[in-house]
């Protein structure tokens, strides 16, 4: 089974790919919690797989909170891995997620990392179309490569994108993400043409439509940027620094129709 969580389908995307392999269910992190299940039984050989994005060298907080709910049953000597998906670099990401699993009994057997489309686009704009494509494609090959580790169930640490002192980077950087994730920081302008596509697609049920416009009803959120890239009219910005960065969906991760 492969557990994922993804706003802009590069996570989506890349758990595919890899549930492909063996014909392995995947399930929505956000979709188990609302439905408050997260009780699950390995059947024999079963794998355990994650695929999440990295969030200032960390992961998302819905992840954090999903492990505190998970309840692998059965889980020992099963193949437990976790595939960051990034930017650039991951950082600490999948050590901060093994610990946390670690807490809950679970060791993790393999840590893995793929660079995807960066979809922060606060601090930095979009690349242009060539750019992305070359970065997908690049990706592909990075997944393929994971893809037979983990058919072979290799045992290890393979992230070859943490970057420099990324324990330190995750220690400076992720204090950010945890204690801001600020609602107050989203806005929309007048092209909003009240779709509803923000309010039922954020992971957290943050947004309602009120009036015709979204409102942010939570103070904070998980800060993964879904509404913001994935609003038709382009009518979401952040702390006034996205207005000309560009918008981006995975192309291949056949978004519109579903739920993530
Ligand atoms: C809040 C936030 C923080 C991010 N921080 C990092 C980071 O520390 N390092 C990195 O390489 N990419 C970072 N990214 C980019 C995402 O990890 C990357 O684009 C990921 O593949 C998005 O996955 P998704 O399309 O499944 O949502 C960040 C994205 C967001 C929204
Ligand atoms: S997704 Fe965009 S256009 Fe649709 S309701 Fe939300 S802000 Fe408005
Ligand atoms: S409000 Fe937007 S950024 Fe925050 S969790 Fe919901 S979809 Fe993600």
Redesign the pocket.
């Known amino acids: 089974m492969l557990f994922y969580f993804s706003a802009t389908g590069n996570s989506l995307y890349a758990a595919r790919k890899i549930a492909e392999e063996d014909n392995e269910q995947i399930f929505s992190i956000p979709e188990l919690i609302e439905e408050n299940s997260c009780e699950f039984t390995l059947k024999p050989g079963e794998n355990a797989g994650f695929v999440i994005p990295t969030y200032y060298y960390g992961i998302p907080t819905i992840v954090a909170d999903f492990i505190e709910k998970l309840k692998l049953n059965d889980v020992q000597g099963h193949y437990v891995y976790v595939v960051m998906t990034c930017g650039t670099t991951t950082g600490n990401a999948a050590e901060m997620f093994a610990k946390l699993m670690k807490k809950r009994g679970v060791t993790v057997s393999a840590k893995y990392a793929v660079v995807m489309v960066d979809n922060y686009v606060p601090y930095y704009p979009l690349p242009g179309k060539d750019i992305q494509k070359i970065c997908l494609d690049n990706a592909d090959r990075m997944l393929a490569d994971i893809q037979q580790k983990i058919a072979a169930k290799e045992t290890g640490d393979f992230n070859t994108v943490k970057g420099m002192l990324h324990g330190f980077g995750t220690f400076i950087a992720y204090p950010y993400y945890k204690y801001g994730r600020k609602t107050k920081d989203f806005h929309?302008n007048d092209?909003?043409?009240?779709?509803?596509?923000?309010?039922r697609d954020c992971p957290v049920k943050a947004?309602r439509?009120v009036d015709?416009?979204?409102v942010w009803e939570k103070k904070t959120c998980v800060l993964c940027l879904g509404?913001l890239h994935?609003?038709?009219?382009?009518?979401?910005d952040y702390r006034n620094t996205t207005v000309k960065s560009g918008r981006y969906m995975n192309p291949n991760a056949g978004l519109k129709k579903e739920r993530v």
């Open positions: 929309v092209s909003c043409n009240h779709c509803g596509i923000c309010e947004i439509i015709s416009k979204p509404c994935r609003c038709p009219k382009a009518a979401i």
